[in-house]
């Protein structure tokens, strides 16, 4: 299941570019439910920097990016994951999981809108 997963994941990040780590992590808790948020995160962080490299080298390749947009968004981005990471350490597993359902949920009823 784990290798469909990763199939699906791969088609639907290059065709549209919605984000790996949303469906990842979702699938990845389904799938492995005996680890912890925190290794469910990092596995699915480091495969999606796999994937989204390929994916975004391929759309270069194929269309162009917008430059200045990527620019804004690792300027914010890698701050981000800086603090991120320090925080997953510090905060019980609990919180983090509210976190991760509110976040998603917010990101499925946004997809849901924008189809609308």
């Not at 990040?13 to 990842?24: F, I, K, Q």
């Amino acid at each position: 299941m784990t290798i469909v997963l990763g199939f699906g994941l791969g088609v639907t990040v290059t065709l549209s570019s919605v984000g790996a780590g949303a469906l990842g992590t979702v699938a990845l808790m389904y799938l492995y439910p005996e680890l912890s948020l925190a290794e469910v995160v990092g596995s699915d962080i480091a495969h999606a920097v796999l994937l989204t490299l390929v994916a975004g080298f391929g759309r270069l390749w194929l269309h162009g990016i917008d430059a200045p947009m990527l620019g804004a968004l690792l300027a914010g981005s890698l701050p981000g994951v800086a603090i991120g990471s320090l925080l997953v350490k510090r905060a019980p597993e609990r919180v983090l999981r509210y976190a991760l359902a509110g976040m998603l949920g917010l990101v499925g009823a946004r997809m849901l809108l924008d189809l609308a």
